[in-house]
T-cell receptor
Framework: IAGITQAPTSQILAAGRRMTLRCTQD?????MYWYRQDLGLGLRLIHY???????GKGEVPDGYSVSRANTDDFPLTLASAVPSQTSVYFC?????????????FGPGTRLTVL | GQNIDQPTEMTATEGAIVQINCTYQ??????LFWYQQHAGEAPTFLSY??LDGLEEKGRFSSFLSRSKGYSYLLLKELQMKDSASYLC??????????WGAGTKLIIKP
């Protein structure tokens, strides 16, 4: 069982380019999340999805979009990258059927926008 | 606003005990999580508290006081592999996790 996979592992991108970060989970979790992590700051939620077909905005959604066509995949798209989007991006998933709803994280994508 | 406070960095000695504190001010409370994150890796789940008191899991324990907006993570018998950042997160009234910036724990021999 792979858990959560993310691709690419790292990417250097020119400003203004479009980029899609991929996230796939095989745990059949209903909820998925995208965070960014910057030095000295806590993880910040970009977008989330509580179930396939629905998405919601987190704390820092501007410049990002997501889709949730099925349970397993939750891609994050940067329509026109800017240097302030340089960060480490983590995808996570959780089972919202009750209890702790613990979030489990993918390995991350390190993105540099020049 | 919502706020999670943790010390930025702590140093401890191998074999010793260390307590990492977390104080929070959030709109609502639906549980508190501790995660461990090694450098360059993803956060991994350590513990969850929703009721007041101590939760023990091997060498790690986590305590919660909801009335004080306070939690701590206690690590016993420290090992070099415990060198990592420890992240405190609170689930708020919107059921979203609010994250602290993390405490970098340095273990010295």
């Amino acid at each position: 069982i792979a858990g959560i996979t993310q691709a690419p592992t790292s990417q250097i991108l020119a400003a203004g380019r479009r980029m899609t970060l991929r996230c796939t989970q095989d745990m059949r979790h209903n909820a998925m999340y995208w965070y960014r992590q910057d030095l000295g700051l806590g993880l910040r939620l970009i977008h989330y999805s509580n179930t396939a077909g629905t998405t919601g905005k987190g704390e820092v959604p501007d410049g990002y979009s997501v889709s949730r066509a099925n349970t397993d995949d939750f891609p994050l798209t940067l329509a026109s990258a800017v240097p302030s989007q340089t960060s480490v991006y983590f995808c996570a998933s959780s089972d919202l059927s009750g209890g702790a709803d613990t979030q489990y994280f993918g390995p991350g994508t390190r993105l540099t926008v020049l | 606003g919502q706020n999670i406070d943790q010390p930025t960095e702590m140093t401890a000695t191998e074999g010793a005990i260390v307590q990492i504190n977390c104080t929070y001010q959030t709109s609502g409370f639906n549980g508190l999580f501790w995660y461990q994150q090694h450098a360059g890796e993803a956060p991994t789940f350590l513990s969850y508290n929703v009721l007041d008191g101590l939760e023990e899991k091997g060498r790690f324990s986590s305590f919660l006081s909801r009335s004080k907006g306070y939690s701590y993570l206690l690590l016993k018998e420290l090992q070099m592999k415990d060198s990592a950042s420890y992240l405190c997160a609170v689930r708020d009234s919107n059921y979203q996790l609010i994250w602290g910036a993390g405490t970098k724990l340095i273990i010295k021999p």
